[in-house]
């Protein structure tokens, strides 16, 4: 463990209650998603009991990751608008992925990436929650007429999957850059850390100070 001097919080208490249960929302919608979407997976229903459970519970869990994607859109947006110097960033993906990131630009509190992965994810879970609630029986289902559900069934299995790659992106990047998980654990990231991957959010700490981490 890094001594406390070492270390700058990078994730409040909220933050990281709100994250870890939109992860938890997340791994029990895309499991029980994968169950009803392929027969041969049907058995993945299990993780809520039966399958008339699990019909209740994944709407459910989906909610519990809606709201804690609204505190994080909350707490994060705005730190994830564009700004100049990204456009660099992508052009050189290879040098940065060689961990020369700080040959290329000096990154502020999340690098260009995380910030197109943060708008693909909000983006999706809004297109997952309007074609949900459209087709959740037996509370709203019966008011739409059935091609439209039928659309809103096709289209969220689509996001669902392509949600699904996004947070196996989102999860190997987090352990690929070291020391960022325990973030997201501790609340904490060392300063070394800080300095090699965010230093301009770094260097804004010490004169801002850090509202809102
Ligand atoms: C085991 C699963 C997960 C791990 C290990 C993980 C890890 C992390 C870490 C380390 C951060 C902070 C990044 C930083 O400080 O630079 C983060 C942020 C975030 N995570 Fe996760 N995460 C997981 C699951 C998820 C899921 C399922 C979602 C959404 C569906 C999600 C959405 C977010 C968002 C929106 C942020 C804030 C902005 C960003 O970094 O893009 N995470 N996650």
Same mark, same amino acid.
């Given at each position: 463990?890094a001594?406390?001097k070492?270390?700058v919080?990078r994730?409040?208490y ?5 994250h870890w249960l939109?992860a938890?929302?997340?791994?029990m919608?895309a ?6 979407f ?5 058995w993945?229903l ?6 008339? #459970? @699990?019909?209740f519970? =994944?709407p459910v869990?989906g *909610?519990? +990751?809606v709201l804690?994607?609204? !505190?994080?859109f909350l707490?994060n947006?705005?730190?994830c608008?564009p ?5 660099k960033?992508?052009?050189h993906t290879?040098?940065?992925?060689k961990?020369?990131?700080?040959h290329v630009v ?8 995380q910030?197109?992965?943060?708008w ?10 309007i074609t ?7 509370y ?5 007429p059935?091609?439209?559900l039928? #659309? @809103?069934?096709?289209l =969220?299995s689509?996001?669902? *999957?392509? +949600?699904m790659?996004?947070?196996? !992106? ?5 352990f690929w ?11 904490t ?7 090699k991957?965010?230093?301009?959010w ?12």
């Open positions: 463990m001594n406390q070492d270390v919080l994730h409040s909220p933050a990281r209650v709100a939109t938890l929302g997340f791994f919608v499991v029980s998603g994968l169950g009803f392929f027969p041969s997976l049907h993945l299990g993780i809520m009991g039966t399958p008339q #459970l @699990a019909q519970l =994944h869990f *909610i519990v +990751m804690g994607l609204v !505190v994080l707490r947006a705005p730190h608008l700004e100049k110097g990204d456009g960033w992508f052009q290879a040098d940065i992925l961990g020369n990131e700080h000096e990154v502020g509190h999340y690098n260009p990436g910030k197109m992965l943060f693909k994810i909000m983006g999706l879970t809004l297109l997952l929650l949900g609630l459209i087709a959740w029986r037996p709203f289902a019966d008011l739409f059935i091609p439209l039928r #659309l @809103a069934l096709v =969220h689509v996001c669902g *999957i392509l +949600m790659f996004l947070v196996i !992106v989102h999860i190997y990047m987090g850059y070291k020391g960022t998980v325990r973030g997201m654990l501790y609340g990231v060392t300063r070394s850390w800080a300095k991957h965010h230093p301009r770094l260097r804004e700490l010490a004169t801002k100070g850090n509202k809102n981490p």
